[in-house]
């Protein structure tokens, strides 16, 4: 079964802080991995897009990193703000699939 | 580009009646449309797939004759909550396949659904 797993399932750190945010798949055979942010009762936003043929894409203070043979991503985030409180979601597209598999998310509180 | 525009952003309904909610490609063309939910505190899990003049494909453990999809166009798909039940309160969102990309998917603004 294709599982997508996040670690930690919450978080909270001072402003200022970076931080990692861990996410892992059960099959290297992916499509791509994508990072969301979601806010309280709100839709998705996509943050970073990582193709299976790549290894690390940045976005302003984001950074994404993909490891396939050992199935897992991180989410470096630098110079935490409070602003960027939220539940950040990791989504895997695993090879002979359509959809997208999600994780249970880590919840982000950046204390002011 | 490649907008999907999901409506009702939010909508509470009383416990028997039914809810369409509406995903529409304003864009592109939407081959394919997924269907998610996700109920408080877990993750998005994936409801259906559809693709354009086909009957939608259903995950094990969805009701097909509960959750009806639509997508009879390829700008617009549609889910309907039939005889809406307090356990249906969930948070829906649908994803489309941008055209025959491989890599290209969009999101919907998702809707929230109580039902008291």
């Known amino acids: 079964k294709q599982e997508v797993t996040q670690i930690p399932a919450a978080l909270s750190v001072p402003e200022g802080e970076n931080l990692v945010l861990n996410c892992s798949f059960t099959d290297s055979a992916i499509y791509n991995l994508q990072w969301f942010r979601q806010d309280p009762g709100k839709g998705l936003t996509s943050l970073l897009l990582i193709q299976s043929s790549q290894r690390e894409q940045t976005s302003g203070r984001l950074n994404a990193s993909l490891d396939k043979s050992s199935g897992r991503s991180t989410l470096y985030i630098a110079a935490s703000q409070p602003g960027d409180s939220a539940t950040y979601l990791c989504?895997?597209?695993?090879?002979?699939?359509?959809?997208?598999?999600f994780g249970p998310g880590t919840r982000l509180s950046v204390l002011p | 580009g490649a907008v999907v525009s999901q409506h009702p952003s939010w909508v509470i309904c009383k416990s028997g009646t039914s809810v369409k909610i509406e995903c529409r490609s304003l864009?592109?063309?939407?081959?394919?449309m997924f269907w998610y939910r996700q109920f408080p505190k877990q993750s998005l899990m994936l409801m259906a797939t559809?693709?354009?003049?086909?009957?939608?494909?259903?995950e094990q453990g969805v009701e097909k004759d509960k959750f009806l999809i639509n997508h009879a166009s390829l700008t617009l798909s549609t889910l309907t909550v039939t005889s809406a039940h307090p356990e249906d309160s969930s948070f829906y969102i649908c994803s489309a396949r941008v055209g025959q990309s491989t890599y290209g998917y969009t999101f919907g603004s998702g809707t929230r659904l109580t039902v008291v």
């Open positions: 989504a895997v597209r695993f090879d002979y699939g359509q959809n997208f598999v």
């Open positions: 559809s693709n354009e003049g086909s009957k939608a494909t259903y």
């Open positions: 864009d592109f063309q939407a081959t394919t």
